[in-house]
């Protein structure tokens, strides 16, 4: 049922919303079609994985580790961009799989933003973190076992966090996409894109051996 | 709490996606100040703490910029006023700029209203039907942030005492933090591990599971149902026959004001309106309640 669901919104939905947003929001189709297509992927990430009965195990770690970013989030707030949210949703990713990885970061992104405040852009923002969370859960094992290849997908992530931020914004300011706003807004953002990918690095650097310590350790203990 | 949040939690959001949807993706300075003057309303009722005044300087300096800063992206328009280094600045520039701003910050206070509105419990109640294992994970990791930071206060503490940031120097800081967050996580993740145990032991996975809610759908939330659909499909119906359209480039057209654009105008104006009428109903039946006393 859920699953033909799922399939169901691709098939549909995304057309459907491409002709309304064509027929009814004329010159902020751009805009509305990308915040409705966010949506409705976002939608279609959590079908996929509930789909799975998951085990209460993993579920309450993917909740401690969301409520960890978040707590993180919180503690570094006095430093702007210097968050350790994508450092671990990437160690969530690498150690339980994308799905776990996708799901804390974008649980993240829609939790903490209860503290720091919602807006159009917390859609987008759940997306981008859940996407990060997913692609180093698909390249999980090179991740695990290279400091250097961890160190590019830090760097990496904290560039694309930004540039796809920005696309939102310059859709939202416009409703077509303005390339002389997008590039200024690149260029503008470029010290936080910088202090996001230098964090990125710091964080993971810092954690990913630790914590994988302390998981192998709960699962001898546990017997998991 | 507020009339409008006594509302059921599905009327809510479908009321702040159907005013916001509006407001977002219509450009029309019409729509944005009646927009803006709703959201406005609303938020004064909602918020009773200070502060408001720093917040309306911090709205106010955002449309002041986007206003301002709208020529340097776009020399569209017919009107200059000046050149900066040989670009023109025009008039239809600093205006679309001023729209922008007008929708941005509008849409900014509406997001305000959302989050005081639609509580995490709320959120929690949508969720639960569609999607309860990630409803699951969103309760709970709502619960473990306080938890954690009591459980980091703890730890700090006891590290104090068994002697660690025992001097100011930010080495010795940095070496003292890195420690009890490390404690924070493995303390953590086996607290979650025992959590996850005792819920299989009390049958979490079971088939026939029931939701608590403390959300009844009355009279009153259909109604409200009923009138935001019907209003908003007004508003829909003339965006899609064009009667609100208004463009700024290359020229500022006039606002459309034939007999439709009237009638989405006050749709929208009824919308925006709705939770200030609802607040001031409830305030209005409390006087007069209190007055009979």
Redesign the interface.
Known sequence: MKKRTAALISLFAIPLVIVIGN???????Y??IS?AVVILSLVQF??S??RK????????????M???S??GR?IFAVIPGFKPVTAIVVVTAIYFGKESGF?TGA?SA??SN?YF????WTPFQMLTWGLIGWFAGVFSSQLKNSRIYLTVYALLSGIAYSLLMDVWSTL????VF?V??YL?TVFTAMPFTAIYAVSNIIFLL??TK??GK??E??RI??G? | MSAFAKLHPTVSLLYFASV??VA????NPVIGLISLFGSVLFCLLLTVRGKKIKEALFYIAVMVLVTVTNP???HNGVTPLFFINGNPVTAEAILYGAD?ALM?VS??VW??C??AVMT?DKLQYLLGRI????S???S???R??P???RQ?NKLTRTQKAMGMYSSDSYAERIRSS?SSI?VL??W??????E???A??ARG??LKKRTHYSDYRFVTQDAVILIICAVLWGTV?FG??R?VL?F?YYPQISAIPSEGLSVICYLAYGCISLLPFVLETEEIIRWKYYRSKI
């Open positions: 027929k009814v929001f004329n010159d902020k189709q805009a509305f915040a959590f079908l994985f509930e009965e998951n085990a209460g195990t993993k579920l309450v770690l993917i909740a401690v969301t409520a960890l978040i707590a919180m799901i649980m829609l939790l209860f405040g919602q807006g159009p939202w300011f416009d409703g303005n002389r706003r200024y810092l954690i630790p914590i302390k998981l350790r709960i203990k546990y998991l | 916001m949807s977002m993706f219509v450009t340097l992206f776009s922008i941005i849409v900014m997001c305000k959302f989050t995490s999607v309860p294992q990630i699951l994970i969103l709970m990791a709502l473990f942030v938890m954690l930071r980091a890195v490390s996580i493995g953590s993740l086996e607290n979650a591990v959590t996850g145990k819920m299989r979490y996975g829909l965006m899609s064009g359209d463009s």
